[in-house]
């Protein structure tokens, strides 16, 4: 194999990598949201009108509501 060839594919590899990483971390951040999407509402809230606020409203007490069911469910019993 000559040096063209392995450079090419290794530039390929990386290039593979780099869009399996960006997609998994895009995966992640839109089935669990993190703290990142409460902090893009607060952040561009004021340039919401009436509607988009009040979706935006719920879909935080939506996700906090959701945290604090999952820390219920795996709380320790009291017995």
């Known amino acids: 194999m000559s040096n063209e060839t392995f450079n090419l594919l290794f530039l390929l590899l990386v290039i593979i990598v780099v869009i399996v990483i960006f997609v998994l971390i895009a995966n992640r951040l839109r089935k669990y949201g993190g703290s990142l999407t409460t902090k893009l509402f607060g952040s561009v809230y004021d340039f919401l009108n ?4 009040k979706a935006a409203k719920e879909i935080t007490e939506m996700k906090t509501s959701k945290k604090t069911e999952e820390e219920k469910t795996f709380a320790p ?3």
């Open 77 to 79: 019993d009291e017995n």
């Open 50 to 53: 009436r509607d988009k606020r």
